[in-house]
Structures are given as C-alpha cells and as structure tokens.
C-alpha cells in the first residue's frame, strides 16, 4: 500500500491558502490539536517554581501514577526546576490535582473515553477525567500550556474542555521495508502521545521483509527478515509502552500480495513454485498466497491465531491490497479451481480469500480490517475499510455500513507540506452523509511508507507534519487556519525533541559526513530551500534498492521547509508593498545575497565530496537564483524597467533552476519568478 | 571512587604546550590512535567505487562476518554508495582481501593478540592479522584511513604495521549514579571499538543504585535502582555486543564501602542497623558491608557466584575504595572483633575483608582487580591494582608483583582538556621500573564518573577527549604532538557520529530547550567559549540530586572548546606579529564582535527563560570581554598607549569575567587579558 502507481493526485494547497475558519479564541497559545473548547483568562496564572507538587484524587494506578511520573521529569527537563518526586496524597492542597473516575479500558480500544477538563487558577490546576486515558490526554495539553516570563514558568489560566473529534486516530509505521529498531518506535510513540493520536498501526510484513518472531513458523522470520525483526518479548513491551502512553497497537500482516517474505521461508504458500528471496526493490511484485489451497488456510489458521494472541486490540490488519494476481492468472490449478467454484475473476477469489481469513480471524475474537480492496459485496458488515482510495471511497463504505478509516491525504512518506495534509478531512464539511452513516467514519491515519527511511532519518519524515494530521483528527473540523497551524506546529516540534526525537537535529550530523568536517553552512543555507521531489519521482530520478545507504543529500533534506514558507511571504508582502517596496527589502537581499554565495562557496565543498557531486547543479542554480532575486529587486528598487533580454534570460534562469537534481528541488522557485515577472513588469 | 577530595591536582597542560616528539612520518593521515608504524606512499591509491568488494582468507567467523558487514554499512553511509552485499569467495580478486589465521579468544581476553598489518596498493587493501579481533581493529583503522577528491573516494597507498603498547585499554561507565539504558552502552562500545578501547568496566553498583538483576537476591536491584536496571538477558546482550567488537566487560561490585544501595532491600549486610534508602546526593557516605559476620561472606559468596556466572571475564571487580569505617568505628560488635581477632585497624579489617573476598572469586575462577586501597601488606600477588592515585602507586605496586591499570588522569568528568589527559602516562618516559617490573602495567581506564551525566549529555562527556586517552594506551609512547592530536581528534569526533553518538547533535537541542525556540545562535556563541567548572567545584557551587534534571546550561556546554582553543591560538599569532598586529587580525575583531552583540542579543533572550537566569551575568560578562579585546586591538593598531585608567580599568573586568556562574566559567580569559596587557604595555 505505497507506491499507488495511479494514487489520485491530492489537491495542492500551498501555504499561501488560508482557509478562514471560526475565529480562534486563544491565539497565544501553542496547543497542537486545539482543544474542543478554550476559555482564556489573562492575566491569571499558576507559577511553576520548586514547590510545585501533584496529587491524585479518585481513581488512580501504575499507569496514571507513571504518566504522572513523565509529566514531571518533562516538566523538570524545561524548568531545570528540582521538583519533590512522588505523588502527594489527594488531601493536600497542591498545585496540580488529577481527578480521575477510573481506569477506563483495560485494553485501549477505539470506544475509550478520552475527554478531560483542566482549570487553573491561580492557585491551582484540576485535570479531570473519566478515565486514565482521558487523564493522560490532559497532561500533554498541560505540558503544551507550559509558558514562562522573566519572572518565572507558569500555566496561564484557562477553562479547557476536550474530547475527540474521530476516535480512531493513528500513524502507520512500515518497519517492513526498512526496519526500526524498538527504541525508534518508543520515541515515536512517545511523540504521539504528544499529539494524542492513538493508534500504532505497525506494518509488520512485506515483500521486502517479515518482521516478526513467529514459534510456530519460525523460518518466517527466520528467512525473510535478514534477522531484523521483532522478538515476541519485543513486541510485547512495545504494546506494554503504548498501552501507557493509551495508544492501541494494530498490527498489520498483508496478504494475500506483498508476501514475498513469508515465501523464502514457505513457498509452498506460494501460488507459483519459487523458490522466492527478500525482495530488494520498491514496488509491486507478483507474489501472493494462494487462496485455492486447504493447507495455506491451515497455515494461516495457525499463524494468525498466535498473532491474535500476541496483540490484544480488538483489530487485525490483513492488508488485501494491491494484489494483481498475476501469479493466479498463470498457475492452472488455481484456474481450475476458480471455474470449478464459479469464481469469475481474481476479485472474486480474493473476495473469497478474505471470507476465509474472516472465519479465522472471528474464531480468535479479532475484527478484520483491510485496505479499500477488500470491500466486496458479499463483505460482512463487521469488517473495516483502511481508504487509500479517498473520502468519496470512504463514504460509500459508510453507506453501505461499514466501519471506515481514511489514509488518503495522509501519505507523509510522499514529501507534501503539512498544509496539504491538513485540508484533509476524513468527512469533509461537504460531506453528504446522514449522522448515523457518518459515524462509521472512525478517522484516519498517517501513513509512514519505508521505501526510503531508516532509523537516521525516519523521525523527520514524520514529525512535526503528522502533529498537523493529528490535529486534523482530533479537533473540531473548524480548526482550519493554515497560518495558526504553522505557528503552533514550530512551537510543538521544539517540545517533541525533549523526547527524543530526531528530527531536528540529525540534519547538522548527515551534513557534516557528507561534507566531511564542520563547515556545513552553505549546505545548510542551499538545504533550507531544497526539498526531495514528490510523491513517487525518487525512485524514478534516484533509483536505490532497500540494501542502498540512505544518507545522501536528499536524505538529510526535509519537507515543508520553513525558510521557502517565509521566502514566499515575505515576497508577496514586499510586492504588495509596491511601488515602494520598502518591506522585508533588507531581509530579502540578506537571504538572496546568502543564496548567492553560498552556492559558490558550495563549489570546493562539493568537489572534496564524491557523493555530493549529484547536486553540484543546485549549488550552481543557488547561486543563480540569489543572482536573479537580487536584479529583480534591484529594478523595482529604481523603478527601472529592465530589458527585454534580462527578463527572457531571468525566466530561462529560474525555469531552469526548476530541474530536480539527485532527487531534489528547489521551492523557492514561485517566489523567484513572481519577482522576475513583477520587475519585468510593473503592471503584471 | 569519583569524588576524591583530595584527589592530586593533575599537571595543567595547555594545548601550547607541545611536547616534541618522533616526527611523524604521515601528517595527513586522520589515525587515532596512531598505529605503531605507518609507511605511506602517495600517489598510489585504492578507489572505492560501487564495484567495491570484500572477500576473506584463512579463518573466518560469525563475528569476523559481522564485523565485516558493519564495515560495508558505514563505508557506504559516508560515501552513499550501494555495495554488493555479502562477502566474495576468498579465491577472488577483490578490493578487500582480508587474511586471518584464527579466531583468538574465546572470550575477549587480556592477552589477545591484537595486532594486524594492512598493505593498501592501487589494485587492493590487503588486511591480515593472527586474530579476529586484529582483523577488528585493521578495519577501524580502514575505515580512518578512507579519503576523497574531486575524482573518488580511495585508501591511500599505506603500509601499517600495528600493536597496541598496552593490552588493557578501558572505559569505565558508571551507569549507577545516572542509568544508562543498553543503547547508550551499545553506541558507546561502538564508539570504543573505533578507537580500539578493549574494556568495558560497567560501574554496577553504587550508593546511589544497583544497577544489575540478581536472581538469587532480587531486592538487591527491586528495591536498590528505581526500577532501573539491567536484566541478566540485557547483561548477556551488552557481553555479546561487546565480544562481537573484541571488547572485554568488566563488572564491578563496589565493596565493602559505595554499597547503600545492596542495604536498602538486606539492611542486615549493613555495619549499622538501617533502615537504608537509596543515596541522592553525591559525595561519600559511611554505609558499609560488615566484615565480621559470616552471613555477610554467605551472601556475598552466591552473590558474587552468580556474577560470575553472569559475566565470563576472568576478572571481576571488587572496588574497595573511600570506606572511611565510620560505621565500623561505631559498632561495638565490630570492635569487639577486631580485638578479638587482633585486627589493629579499619585498613587490617578490610584486608581480611579483601582476603575472603578473593577467596570465592579464586573459587570461581576469576581474578580480583580493586582500587588501590586494597593493595595492603598480605594481598596476594595475583590480585590486580587499579590506580586513581597515579602513575607513583601504579609503579610501587608494580614493583612488589602486583598487575596494575591507572586511571588517575584519566577521569573524564572532571572536565578537563583532552591534552591534559594525554600526557596521563601509565608508564611515564621517567619510569625507574625495570622492564620486567613495567609488564605488571597493563594499561589504564578512562573513568566517566556519572552523577553529571545523563543520556542526553554523557556522549558528550565521553568523546571525543577519550579518543586521546585510547590512543595514549594503544601508541607508542613517543606520539605525543598535541597540536596534531587536536587536529586529528576533530576528524575523529565527526565519525564517532556515524555510530550514532550525541556528543556534537545534542547541544543544540539543549540550547533550543532553554531558549524554548529556535534562535539559539547568540546562546551558541556564549556556550562556544565557557565550560563546566572543573573537577568537584560543580556541586559546590550549583548543588544537585541525583533526581535533579540535567538540563541546564551547564549540562548543554561541553569540555574542551575548540573555539577556545582557536581563541588563545590567534592571540599568540597576532601578538607575536607585532609591532605590525595583522595576522588574525580581521578574524580576532570578528571574533570579539560576535561576542559584543551576542552578549547584547542574549539578555532578552534569557528575560524570557526564568531557566537562564543563572548565566545572565555571563551574557553581560560576554559583553564587556567583546569590548575589552576590541578596545585592546584598536590600541595595538593605533601604537597608541592607553590611559593606565583603561588598563587598571580592563584588568578589573576581565578578573570579574573569570568568576564562574552557574558553574560555567570563560576559558578565553587568558587571551582576553594577553590582549590587554600587550596593549597596555608593548614591552610587557
């Protein structure tokens, strides 16, 4: 479910799009997502010094108790404060109260009641929840509320009454294709904690590899996983971490294509002899298990029922996509089963396959959930549809009255700015479903595909754009203010560092290797304003396998780049401000004037480093580009018209600046032209 | 064993300080530690392009493969090259031909050979060595020795021949005063492997924690860590990790003294009555074991079984450091005993401690290794010392029989330069041991001593200055250059980053925090030029806990600033250009510009973090040292002498900017006041 040759195009919104939406109330505040309801009552505070204690009051356990525990050490990480540890007893007066009614789902579960209530005073913060989920959900946004003076730290009072918008709200992680290390999923489980999203969708096999341990069919991993893969001890503390944190664990096995891996070690599942290897390459491949055969069901019947007892939530994944069963259409017994059984084509048998699972997966007390391929006529009711396809996908699914959750949109392995994602909504305000069908619409998940990541790199892919999806999916759908999203995404992805992730700042480290010492800044300068090409042009521009290094420059450049989003504004704002031309002028010629030199100070850096040779052209291009930006406003300046010839060759310039190199481009390019075609002409 | 209060002040080199030394033959080579003989011959060279392979002669091994593999990883991670996996018949022609004749030691030993030869031509790096683990370090040495031009990467046409001086070449980590999860000891041993340490001495147990599970007394670590400890499974994976890389693990069980944390679960091990709870603060503390009970020896002798069990070293660290008896004094039962016995003093009583002790190690066949305090009258000869009071101990125990390590000038959190710890000789030039008296030297330890110390900072405290101390004991003893050990440590800490060290990435993060945005460049300028206060003076001047979070200023600035070092560097060349004052000139008056505003820029930058308020008078102190050096250049230009007011004036500002706050402290103040000086007076 990754490399949709035919993926619908999303709808390009840029950053300059500003859907108006109800007015936001509270516009100091950094919350990420924006709580149901916010009552802002300055100046009133509650000061956090080295007194600052916490008490329980009603329901508590272990995992309030260790949610409590986190909260304090963040706290005591920001503050450098020393707080007394331990929690006080509930009948003391302190200064943070956590009222809880209990302990809510022992299982997390997609109906668990996440709501709370938080007012401070200037004397004291009550979190109250109905459950210890509800709780924890609490204690992120108090920690988000965090402020500080000259004089001291302190929550600003508020009144905040919060729940979910969707109760489904996950983040896919493809640890397939290239494998994490338990140490990244806790830090990114961690971080979406931070977020509230609350589900680990963990896409455990693949072609490229089948990443858990299986004692009853232990050549699964054994052969398919290049020994990279999940102990069962492993995949229970994880479960165990995100139970903590109130995040479900869905675990995803996808069958019947994508199942390469399971083959090296069993192709007699195989429908076509093999033998089979790991897959290396991105893509879709032909093998898939066959659906006519007893013994595959057997199997199947064997191994899913382990699963089902190593992951308690109440979902199973099968996947089903993306299958094109072109092995089935060359194997004749599979042929002659389907004429024998009067399947009438390769839908059908899948259809059929899925039948078959769903017995299984019913018998271990499991509902089954699959991509938008599985939904068949004959599809039960209590089956789910994951929707790739699109919302349109999604609400003919509620329709007919299924369970659905929505991906499309949500592709961040794709490199789209968080705004794209943003406008993305699961039931859109256009929606035409009736209440009661719109409530099969469960919400949604960020999809972290692993053609091209690894444990260096993975933390960057996601955060902070998945916070925006987050957002999405946890608050009202008014919350649309793409401007007010980037503000308080910048704030909150400062505060997923002090979990350890390392989206921030491995860039300085991968620079420094490929430019083999300290001296990074043109990089940097000529980084901020690159990005690696969209959607599925990587592979195309820059073919690797899943064996190749992933630390070249397009791997140490991010998306959304925040330096583009301010170059862009700044020049709508300096050409709005024509004929003067006075705003942002001195930081513009500053940015282009960096442009400028530090494309050639790139030259020599570049030819110390063999593997930066590929973007020796955008070292080139920066240079010229800041040349460009700096002539155009040099004649808006003087009010000059420029000459014919400057404008042709400035365009050629920066049309021809517009070509990606070693899988990366520039996205400064708009801005650039706009200022080109603005000195060209004064009336454009 | 770390907060020696009278601890000998260690000689304070300065890094102008250069001994000379033989001359080094390769000076562009980036080798640390120097291999014992390097013939290189340029032009020739070996280029490592995609058609790059590796293949084996002789003895391989799982770990040899292994060892192989991670080397493919990080060639490709630097050079973004996709290599061909797996390891080519050795009958190939290939790049790579590594020849081995043996595994070695089953369990990494002592008395491993280590040593291995590489011969690079234009047409293969031929790398042999009797051992695996010779292999091991050939490839660490490979791996330095990759360079690039404009054309390709390459291996220089070098013939090394290579040996370590010492065969114990340790880092100890103390992960009981602050827990260290396993993967920080995992990057950490990488890191060790790189720079060819071959002991790991694991600090297990302290006042502050008891950081090991014991199975035959599970309140040791239930009760002793907070919950943080190392299961014996995450025990058996750091041994193997560690063998996997020809790295010993040492344990160590600090007794008598350093043992709160075992009396806080078994009060009854205890000199006095209890109860016990875990020690929060620093320092040394009075609990101690009783030696006169034998249930004591009873429980120590399954105890230190199972250990045994556990850890498959051949020797096995007792500590037996700073019990000051205080406890004992005062236990009439204790007294009694010992004049029954006619044990004169506390020394005599933990010498009979010591004795029983190294009875049940011998019936587990290991060897005992404490501090020097155990080395008394009738201590066996077999027992080996373990010197924090210098090189004097180490050499009269060597002349009495006894095997010794140092690690006094070697104590890394301390904070002290790198160049003061490399000319920390465990073997001085001045030794008056006979050469049979100087085998009984086995090498030395780095010591990172952890009440300071968290994940996120203890990279920093370890590297890159413990690359020095490992070349100190892998080198011959006449590689003593500093300037060119700086030059080549720099190299060095860059590709500690590829194993996924913090040292360099963390600070920012750190920096971000307590700004709590991104503007962190005026604070990076502060930071870049003041250090920790050395040796104990921290917790005097800015007292903590253990529970104290480690996220202030302090902890986000690191030891042995290279701007610094720069600093004092361009004074020297500019003051000793005189009367003209032009070399350095321009990048001096940059330099002191920055300082200027960045002191200006950072006041309102700290108004907003009530957690900087510490360093504000820094920031201020920043400042005026900006100024005071500007002022002082202008003089020197103009050949104009200044007002004495100006000289008593500068004088008084740079002393006041020398006082430390918030346990930081200038390292620039020397130059600072070169500066004036010269200015004040030409002929000074």
């Known amino acids: 479910m990754t490399t949709k040759k035919y993926l619908p195009l999303l709808l390009t919104v840029t950053c300059a799009v500003t859907?108006?939406?109800?007015?936001?109330?509270?516009?100091?505040?950094?919350?990420?997502?924006?709580?149901?309801?916010?009552?802002?009552?300055?100046?009133?505070?509650?000061?956090?010094?080295?007194?600052?204690?916490?008490?329980?009051?009603?329901?508590?356990?272990?995992?309030?108790?260790?949610?409590?525990?986190?909260?304090?050490?963040?706290?005591?990480?920001?503050?450098?404060?020393?707080?007394?540890?331990?929690?006080?007893?509930?009948?003391?007066?302190?200064?943070?109260?956590?009222?809880?009614?209990?302990?809510?789902?022992?299982?997390?579960?997609v109906s668990e009641n996440e709501s709370y209530r938080i007012d401070i005073t200037d004397r004291q913060a009550l979190l109250s929840a109905p459950t210890v989920v509800g709780a924890l959900r609490g204690l992120e946004t108090l920690l988000q509320l965090l402020d500080a003076d000259r004089t001291a730290y302190f929550f600003p009072a508020v009144q905040i009454q919060d729940q979910p918008r969707f109760p489904w709200?996950?983040?896919?992680?493809?640890?397939?294709?290239?494998?994490?290390?338990?140490?990244?999923?806790?830090?990114?489980?961690?971080?979406?904690?931070?977020?509230?999203?609350?589900?680990?969708?963990?896409?455990?096999?693949?072609?490229?590899?089948?990443?858990?341990?299986?004692?009853?069919?232990?050549?699964?991993?054994?052969?398919?996983?290049?020994?990279?893969?999940?102990?069962?001890?492993?995949?229970?503390?994880?479960?165990?971490?995100?139970?903590?944190?109130?995040?479900r664990v869905v675990p995803e096995f996808d069958i019947p294509g994508h199942s390469t891996s399971w083959l090296v070690g069993y192709p007699e599942l195989g429908s076509a002899p093999g033998p089979y290897t790991i897959e290396r390459r991105p893509g879709i491949f032909e093998p898939a298990l066959d659906p006519t055969r007893e013994e595959v069901y057997k199997f199947l019947d064997t191994f899913l029922s382990e699963m089902a007892g190593l992951f308690p939530d109440e979902y199973l994944h099968i996947g089903g996509d993306e299958n094109e069963g072109k092995q089935w259409d060359r194997n004749p017994a599979i042929q002659a089963y389907m004429k024998q059984k009067g399947i009438k084509d390769n839908h059908a048998l899948q259809a059929y396959f899925n039948t078959r699972l769903l017995k299984i997966l019913q018998k271990n007390n499991k509902k089954m959930i699959g991509w938008d391929e599985i939904l068949q006529p004959e599809l039960p009711k209590d089956v789910a549809i994951h929707s790739w396809r699109g919302t349109a996908a999604l609400a003919e699914a509620a329709r007919k009255g299924y369970d659905g959750i929505l991906s499309n949109g949500y592709y961040i392995d794709l490199i789209q700015p968080a705004s794209q994602h943003y406008v993305s909504d699961p039931l859109p305000a256009d929606s035409t479903l009736t209440p009661l069908e719109a409530k099969h619409v469960l919400g949604g998940e960020a999809t972290m595909w692993a053609e091209w990541v690894t444990p260096e790199t993975i933390d960057s892919r996601i955060w902070p754009r998945t916070a925006a999806i987050a957002e999405r999916l946890w608050s009202p759908r008014t919350v649309t203010d793409i401007t007010d999203m980037y503000r308080r995404l910048?704030?909150?992805?400062?505060?997923?560092?002090?979990?350890?992730?390392?989206?921030?700042?491995?860039?300085?480290?991968?620079?420094?290797?490929l430019v083999r010492n300290d001296d990074i800044g043109p990089l940097k300068t000529l980084v901020s304003i690159i990005e690696p090409v969209k959607e599925y042009r990587r592979y195309q521009l820059r073919p690797q396998t899943m064996l190749s290094p992933l630390t070249g420059a397009v791997?140490?450049?991010?998306?959304?780049?925040?330096?583009?989003?301010?170059?862009?504004?700044?020049?709508?704002?300096?050409?709005?401000?024509?004929?003067?031309?006075?705003?942002?002028?001195?930081?513009?010629?500053?940015?282009?004037?960096?442009?400028?030199?530090?494309?050639?100070?790139?030259?020599?850096?570049?030819?110390?480093?063999?593997?930066?040779?590929?973007?020796?052209?955008?070292?080139?291009?920066?240079?010229?580009?800041?040349?460009?930006?700096?002539?155009?406003?040099?004649?808006?300046?003087?009010?000059?018209?420029?000459?014919?010839?400057?404008?042709?060759?400035?365009?050629?310039?920066?049309?021809?600046?517009a070509k990606p190199y070693g899988a990366l481009e520039f996205v400064v390019i708009a801005g650039v032209k706009q200022l080109v075609m603005a000195a060209a002409d004064a009336k454009p």
């Open 19 to 109: 859907v108006t939406a109800q007015e936001v109330k509270t516009p100091k505040l950094n919350l990420m997502p924006m709580p149901a309801s916010v009552k802002f009552q300055p100046p009133d505070r509650l000061v956090v010094d080295s007194s600052f204690k916490v008490a329980t009051r009603g329901h508590t356990d272990a995992r309030l108790q260790a949610g409590i525990h986190r909260f304090m050490r963040r706290l005591e990480g920001r503050t450098v404060l020393t707080l007394a540890p331990g929690i006080v007893p509930g009948d003391q007066m302190t200064q943070l109260m956590i009222q809880c009614e209990g302990a809510g789902k022992n299982i997390p579960s």
């Open 490 to 513: 910048a704030v909150i992805s400062l505060q997923l560092e002090e979990l350890g992730l390392n989206h921030k700042k491995y860039q300085d480290m991968m620079l420094r290797r």
């Open 169 to 247: 709200r996950g983040l896919l992680i493809d640890i397939a294709r290239h494998f994490q290390p338990t140490d990244v999923l806790k830090r990114n489980l961690d971080a979406m904690a931070a977020v509230k999203l609350n589900v680990l969708h963990w896409h455990l096999t693949e072609d490229q590899g089948f990443r858990v341990e299986s004692k009853k069919f232990p050549k699964l991993h054994q052969l398919g996983s290049d020994g990279n893969y999940y102990t069962q001890e492993q995949v229970k503390e994880i479960i165990a971490y995100a139970r903590d944190r109130g995040i």
């Open 555 to 657: 791997d140490a450049t991010t998306p959304d780049s925040e330096t583009a989003r301010k170059f862009s504004w700044m020049v709508q704002e300096f050409l709005n401000d024509g004929p003067r031309f006075q705003l942002y002028q001195t930081e513009l010629i500053q940015m282009l004037a960096d442009w400028q030199t530090s494309g050639a100070s790139l030259v020599p850096v570049i030819d110390r480093s063999p593997a930066l040779k590929e973007i020796k052209p955008l070292a080139e291009n920066l240079t010229r580009l800041g040349e460009t930006g700096l002539e155009a406003i040099s004649y808006l300046k003087s009010g000059m018209q420029p000459p014919k010839e400057w404008r042709d060759r400035s365009v050629a310039r920066v049309d021809e600046a």
